[in-house]
């Protein structure tokens, strides 16, 4: 139990952290941090880098398990907006494990170093094909609509976000916004 106390410790500190100060941020700030000992953190991390991109990894696995559920016959719409807001009321509920999700997927030096982290992509990249295979979706490519997908949920949290009360806007606001994006997406 300890171990992952301990490890979880090290995520949601780590991920404060590099918000606050981008990748830069040092293994012994991590530690210190976390208050844990360094051979603590190579236990669980063979690197800096390794942390960044597993902790990435457990944000989206956390969103996929927590946010998308399966397809049971709703429409395509109701189905996309179900799940689409309970992406984007985890972010606005979330806000430091949103921003680093941000920051990791804009990063130049993640770009460059790591590339795309496939395995958190076959998850939406197989919902998009069977509502693009089902006719829900225009036939663009798969990959194209996922990632649009992804930038859609990012950009209405941040729009969320920059209201001083972004719950209540999302509860006000979140079905005209939705609606803006399915207009650029859907068949009908």
């Not at 979880?8 to 941090?33: C, D, M, P, W």
């Not at 109701?78 to 680093?100: D, L, Q």
């Not at 009360?165 to 207009?183: A, L, Q, T």
Request: aromatic content about 18%.
């Amino acid at each position: 139990m300890a171990k992952i106390c301990t490890k979880e410790n090290i995520y949601k500190q780590a991920t404060r952290l590099f918000v606050k100060k981008g990748f830069s941020a040092s293994v012994n700030e991590v530690v210190k941090k976390s208050r844990v000992a360094k051979g603590t953190f190579y236990h669980y991390f063979k690197s800096k880098d390794e942390l960044i991109v597993e902790l990435y990894k457990v944000l989206m696995f956390e969103i996929e398990k927590n946010c998308v559920t399966e397809y049971k016959g709703e429409s395509a719409r109701e189905y996309s907006f179900n799940v689409f807001g309970a992406i984007v009321r985890w972010f606005i509920t979330h806000p430091h494990k949103f921003n680093y999700i941000v920051i990791f997927e804009t990063s130049p030096y993640i770009k460059e170093v790591v590339g795309t982290v496939g395995e958190t992509l076959k998850g939406p990249l197989a919902n998009t094909m069977k509502k693009v295979d089902m006719g829900m979706l225009k036939a663009y490519p798969p990959e194209m609509i996922t990632f649009f997908d992804f930038s859609f949920t990012r950009a209405a949290a941040n729009y969320f976000l920059s209201f001083p009360e972004p719950r209540k806007c999302f509860e006000e606001r979140f079905r005209m916004v939705f609606d803006m994006y399915w207009d650029g997406v859907s068949q009908n």
